[in-house]
């Protein structure tokens, strides 16, 4: 099946740097990517929609400046933590779309990367 | 707006059947899905129903959709201890290609 991978999976940063985690469709192509955070034993929120070679559209709430979202091939979608503060630690997880697939393939997730911020 | 509720614990012997609630607002939802989360991990897609359709039966799953009342419920049969996860149910909102995840039910099988 198809396969998104993330990097890095886990992340440390100090207060105040910037983090950048890169979401890839390995086997297929992905003209729309998600990403999503999820804080610990809660549910996904959507946090924005990349779509390949156009800006990115945020779910309300969602800084854009804060969360830079770059989708520039149709295979990998890159999100940056900016002036990361420790409100920001959560786990980030990713999923693309392979345009091509049915309803069942609409969405593969990536296995997530978790950030800290001291 | 759109909400979908799950009830956050379930506990069930190894060998018993497994149900899992789940309940949606958005009438208009084309599919919902099921995924399951393992610790740590990202989400693996379990099974999805089209809302035109009341049952599907996927090995020892069983999808039960009942448009009417907007009710989802996931069946997993002979539950074993790999079952152990949280179970997230999803709804995809019509005309669009998003997906509103409910709460999470954590699935606890006791061997």
């Known amino acids: 099946g198809a396969v998104v991978s993330q990097h890095p999976s886990r992340v440390i940063c100090k207060s105040g740097t910037s983090v950048k985690i890169e979401c890839r469709s390995l086997d297929f192509q992905a003209t729309t990517m998600f990403w999503y955070r999820q804080f610990p034993k809660q549910s996904l929120m959507l946090m924005a929609t990349?779509?390949?070679?156009?800006?990115?559209?945020?779910e309300q709430g969602v800084e854009k400046d804060k969360f830079l979202i770059n989708h520039a091939s149709l295979t990998l979608s890159t999100l940056t933590v900016t002036s990361a503060h420790p409100e920001d630690s959560s786990f980030y997880i990713c999923s693309a779309r392979d345009a091509g697939g049915g309803p069942d393939s609409e969405q593969f997730f990536g296995p997530g990367t978790r950030l800290t911020v001291l | 707006g759109e909400d979908v509720e799950q009830s956050l614990f379930l506990s069930v012997r190894e060998g018993d059947s497994s149900v899992i609630n789940c309940t949606y607002t958005?009438?208009?939802?084309?599919?919902l899905y099921w995924y399951k989360q393992e610790p740590g991990a990202g989400l693996q897609l379990l099974t999805y129903i089209f809302s035109n359709m009341d049952m599907k039966q996927d090995q020892r799953l069983t999808v039960l959709l009942n448009k009417k009342d907007k009710h989802l419920s996931l069946r997993i049969a002979d539950t074993q201890t790999g079952d152990s996860a949280i179970y997230f149910c999803a709804e995809r909102i019509q005309g669009t290609y998003k997906y509103i995840f409910g709460t999470g039910t954590r699935l606890k099988v006791l061997a």
């Open positions: 990349s779509n390949e070679g156009s800006k990115a559209t945020y």
């Open positions: 958005d009438s208009s939802s084309t599919y």
